[in-house]
Structure formats: C-alpha cells, structure tokens
C-alpha cells in the first residue's frame, strides 16, 4: 500500500516536473521564432500563403458558426426579454455577447480545431519525413523558413476572423428577431449602438482575438515541431493542440476580461 | 513579382476582415455617435448617482449632447463630482438643472440637462449649481412604507 501511494506521487511528482519543463522548451522555441521572423517579413509571400491556408480556408467554418449563433442568441434573447417586456434590447444583448465574449472566443476555439490542428499536424509530418532535418542540411533555417511564416499567418488571421464571426452573428440576430419574429428594426439598431460603445468594446474584443491568435499558433507551431516524428506521435501533438488550445483560450479569456472590462458597465 | 490567385483571396479576406470591423463599428456600436473632440468639461456635485457609470450620455431634450467621462467622491462634501464632457456646439445657461435620470423602468441611467433662462453660459471647468439626485428604488419604497404605517397609526389610536 505505502509503495502504491509513493508511485503516485512520485508520478505526479514527475507529471509537473514534466510540465515545467516542457513550458520552459515552449517559451525557449516561441522567443526563437519572434528572433527569426525577420526573413518571413521580408520575404511576405509566405506569410501571404499561409494568411490563406489559416484565414480564407477557416472562412466558410467561421461564417455558418457566427450565424447560427447569431440566430440561438437572437431566439433566447427573444424569449427570455419579453417576459420582460424589453424584447426590443434583443439588439443589444446580441451585439454585446458576440463583440465581447462569443465572437473573440468561439472563433477561437474553432481556429484551434481548424487551423491550429492542421498547422501542427503538417508540421509534425515535415518532421517525420525528415523534411525538417533535409532543410537543415542545405542550411535552411526550418524555424525561419517554415514555423515563422506560419506564426504570423495565424496571428495576423485571428482577429479578422473573430470580427466577421461577430459580424455574422449580428445578422444572425437581426435575421431570426426583425425578419422572423417581427421586432421592431429601428428599436433593434437604436438599442445595440447605445450600448456597444466601439473603444471599449469592439476594440477589446479585436485585443483579446489577438491574445487567442498569438496563443493558439504558439501552440500549434511548438507542438508539431515538438511532436516525436512518429504517426502515433503526430497525432498525439495534433490532439495536444486542440486540448492545450482550448484550455488556454479560456482560461486567457477569463484574465482578459477580468482586466479590461472591469469596472466599465 | 508574380501575382497569383491565392494573393487575390488573401486580399478578399483582409478586406472583408476590415469590412466587417466597420460593420460592428458603424452599424452594431456607436462609432458615429457623439465624438467629444471639441467639448468642454461641466461638473456637478450629486448627494446620490444611483447607478450612474462612466461613459453614460448627457441629454438635454432628449438629445445626446456628450458624456460622464469621471466621478469621483468628494471627501469634503460627502457628494458624488460627477465631470462631463459637453459638445462645444451646445451652450448652456448658469442656471440649467442638472438630474440624474432612467430610460425606461429597467434602462440605463443619464444626466438630463434642462436649461434655466439665465443671460450668461455654463463655461469650462464650471460648476452645475443645481443639480437633482437619482431616485433610489429601495428609498422610494421605504419612505412609501414608512408613509403608509403612519397613516395607519395616526386612523387607529389603539396601535
């Protein structure tokens, strides 16, 4: 019994060791990556090409999600506000959950599982095929040439995407509570540009979309280049890039909003 | 340099990412609404705010014509100093009233400006010499209750 509870912890024990200093090797290559992002700037095509594999093909997954969304929002506002009375503030919860919370985070977290994941696993790949090691010997830089260019992608993608989420979800609402249920449109727009104030809120939530995208293609980069070169260990990083993602954003999102909305109304 | 196709839907993108941040900005928020570039600062002194925030509207006649930028307790006179900043396209007299004010029975409070027939205007960085307080519901209610077991006392001398 004794030696079964000290293998636990010597197993926990060894789990945070683990953990530690696995942050450390993260944060070490992230540093190396911020170094070594000059050539990717001047060379901006491939920044350009990954802006397209990240951005425009998360597009469609981005659009359906913020409308639909929009639309839940919209019909749960409805039926909760005319208890009520106030349906007409339908506008604003709307507006003020997406610009906020929902659009920043939601688009977030299906980033992590739509680019992230397939920024880790190609990543990964290159390692397993020994493409990484090849570039190396022709004295090509992979962190510059292949993990920079697709950091900046990711990080430059993120809050446009989380904007036309927001956007998307505001029609989705408008959509589902004027067009369908028949409240009054002008009361609708009146109501949400009274309470959605631009600084305070579409900027925050423009901010905190730029934490997420820095976050998520941190991790997505770290753990395909980290990922031990075997199928098993592939998908591992890949799984690990959702998880550690979905988890971060969060937790992040909660910081953030503690910080910057505090205090405002 | 050679233009290629995924360059276009690069381009598509950014672009609508900026288009749908002007979206929010002039449809969904209130980028349009008062800017206060050229406004001047009126300050108020209020015995109770309510739920009076920073950012809310200034009104006069239902116009909004700037906003609450600070308040502040004032350890002197045990009052709120409520700091607005007021377009400098609307002039007010020295004797307009300042009240604290709800939109609607659950809606946000404002102050609501309601200008006095004095000759001479409100200048930068002065004082709102008359100014009402917000009504405070749980108040209200209690004065209503006090009211009404006085009446009662004062029917019934038994109790």
Redesign the interface.
């Known amino acids: 019994m004794a030696r079964r509870i000290r293998a636990a912890i010597e197993s926990i024990g060894h789990r945070v060791i683990e953990s530690i200093w696995r942050l450390g090797t993260a944060a070490r290559f992230i540093l190396l990556v911020l170094l070594k992002s000059i050539p990717s700037f001047l060379r901006f095509?491939l920044i350009?090409?990954e802006?397209?594999y990240a951005?425009?093909m998360s597009?469609i997954i981005i659009l359906v999600s913020g409308l639909f969304v929009g639309m839940v929002l919209g019909l749960q506002g409805y039926e909760t506000l005319q208890k009520?009375g106030?349906e007409s503030a339908v506008g604003t919860l709307v507006?003020l959950s997406l610009?906020r919370e929902l659009g920043p985070v939601v688009a977030a977290l299906l980033f992590a599982s739509r680019a992230g994941s397939a920024m880790t696993a190609e990543i990964g790949l290159m390692k397993a095929t020994e493409q990484l090691a090849a570039m190396g010997m022709m004295a090509v830089d992979p962190i510059a040439r292949i993990v920079a260019p697709r950091f900046w992608g990711g990080v430059f993608?993120m809050?446009?995407?989380a904007?036309?989420f927001?956007?998307m979800g505001?029609l989705g609402g408008y959509l589902v509570t004027v067009v369908f249920i028949g409240v009054d449109a002008g009361s609708f727009?009146s109501q949400?540009?009274?309470?959605?104030?631009?600084r305070?809120?579409?900027i925050n939530g423009?901010i905190k979309s730029c934490f997420f995208g820095v976050v998520v293609t941190a991790i997505a980069v770290f753990e395909g280049f980290d990922a031990p070169p075997t199928a098993e260990g592939v998908s591992g990083a890949t799984t690990r890039t959702v998880v550690t993602s979905s988890l971060a954003i969060l937790g992040l999102d909660f910081v953030l909003t503690a910080f910057m909305f505090r205090g405002?109304? | 340099?050679q233009r290629t196709m995924?360059?276009f839907?690069?381009g598509?993108?950014?672009m609508?990412?900026?288009g749908?941040?002007l979206?929010?900005?002039l449809?969904?928020?209130?980028?349009t609404?008062f800017q206060a570039d050229k406004s001047y600062v009126l300050i108020g002194d209020f015995e109770n705010i309510g739920g009076l925030?920073?950012?809310a509207?200034v009104k006069s006649a239902g116009v909004t014509v700037g906003r609450v930028t600070d308040i502040q307790f004032s350890t002197q006179t045990y009052d709120a100093v409520v700091t607005m900043k007021v377009d400098t396209r609307y002039q007010f007299p020295k004797d307009t009233f300042a009240s604290i004010l709800t939109s609607?029975l659950?809606g946000?409070q404002y102050i609501g400006l309601l200008p006095g027939g004095d000759d001479e205007m409100l200048e930068d960085g002065e004082k709102v010499m008359k100014t009402n307080s917000a009504i405070v519901l749980e108040e209200m209610i209690g004065r209503f209750l006090f009211d009404k077991a006085s009446e009662k006392k004062d029917s019934d001398p038994e109790l």
């Not at chain 1, 949400?192 to 104030?197: E, G, H, R």
């Open positions: 095509r350009t090409r802006i397209y951005g425009v597009l009520f106030s507006a610009v993608s809050p446009l995407l904007a036309m927001s956007m505001v727009w949400m540009q009274s309470a959605v104030d631009f305070y809120d579409i423009v405002v109304s | 340099m995924m360059d839907w690069v598509l993108f950014v609508a990412g900026i749908a941040l979206f929010l900005g449809k969904a928020g209130n980028l609404d925030k920073v950012r509207p609607g659950l946000e």
